[in-house]
């Protein structure tokens, strides 16, 4: 019927909402560049996070979210949102070698 919620079908069909859609490409094409099967002006937007001295979180594959003065504008540009949202992600996710299966983890994630 016209008044019935879409979030069930959605479910049933395993489609992420938009916004959740929006998040998948952005990591999906943060992993590409991360694994060099991106453009190079993509993958000069990311910087690998390098402590200045010996720290546990060397390991972790983060990147480096930089500064943006705009909150509107200059936190949606791909080279803030990227590094914070691949920040967000647990480690066993960025850490996956194959696409298929960081694909499949991130859907995981993402739903739940």
């Not at 938009?18 to 910087?47: D, G, H």
């Amino acid at each position: 019927p016209k008044h019935n919620h879409i979030t069930p079908v959605l479910r049933r069909l395993h489609w992420l909402p938009v916004s959740k859609r929006i998040i998948f490409k952005i990591l999906l094409l943060t992993w590409r560049a991360l694994n060099n099967m991106a453009p190079v002006y993509i993958k000069e937007l990311l910087q690998c996070y390098k402590p200045t001295r010996t720290l546990r979180s060397e390991s972790n594959m983060l990147l480096v979210v930089p500064r943006s003065r705009m909150k509107t504008f200059g936190d949606r540009a791909f080279s803030v949102a990227a590094p914070s949202l691949w920040n967000a992600l647990p480690k066993h996710i960025r850490a996956t070698e194959t696409l298929s299966s960081f694909k499949q983890k991130l859907k995981t994630h993402l739903f739940s």
